[in-house]
């Protein structure tokens, strides 16, 4: 005898419906979830910002032999740790800027100051003569902020590619402004005294690289052919800049 199955009835066809649905919903929330998951690891991982410090202090030293924690640099034993390791003396002294450029950059960051080992934070004193210039540079692990403390500045910043677009303003004493990190950028005193600016930036290390010195006193040089396409150069030109003395003003 074929045995028949009797069809659902009503109350079995809207459980089945709910049940597909909320399956559906389901594998909709699951889906969402790893999504958001790997956006928080790619965004953690992509951190633009030193890591932050796993104790109080983390002076660094050079020698690993007296060290007890690993932070960023071997770090001094925290009960050897002094009141020094946190201070620098001589940024009220000008730079020497009788040089090319015409300015000096002196730096107060974790090679001064060992005690600023994983606290993400460092500074920069910056003298100008009359229309010297902070060459075109970028800072790869910094952004900066910069408070003009005499005289006047034209300062500015390059975007990324493609757009490529320019932001300039004219600082008088007082004025403060903000370069974001990994951008290209300047300064240059326009003004006939000399000028000086302090600056903060977000890295114990923040690095920096000067664009023409990169380009053009790079160790060893880089082809002539490749700039000269690049920059749309005679070939001449570019190995004449290549051999000109590019100073480093930091």
Known sequence: MQNFSSPPTPT?????????????????????????????????LASASDPSPLQDTCVAIAEPKNAVFVNGKFCKNPNLTKADD??????DKPGNISNPVGSAVTPVNVAQIPGLNTLGISAVRIDYAPYGQNPP?????????????????????????PENRLFTKVLNKGDVFVFPIGLIHFQFNIGHT???AIAGLSSQNPGVITIANAVFGSDPAIDPDVLSRAFQLDKNVVKNLQSRFWYDNN
């Open 194 to 196: 000399n000028a000086v």
């Open 86 to 91: 946190f201070f620098y003396s001589g940024l």
């Open 12 to 44: 079995e066809r809207i459980v089945k419906i709910i049940r597909d649905k909320t399956l559906a919903i389901m594998k909709k929330g699951v889906i969402f979830l790893v999504t958001v998951a790997l956006i928080a690891l790619a965004s953690s």
């Open 137 to 161: 540079h970028t800072h790869p692990r910094a952004t900066e902020i910069l408070t003009v403390l005499e005289g006047t500045l034209l300062v500015g910043f390059v975007t990324s590619n």
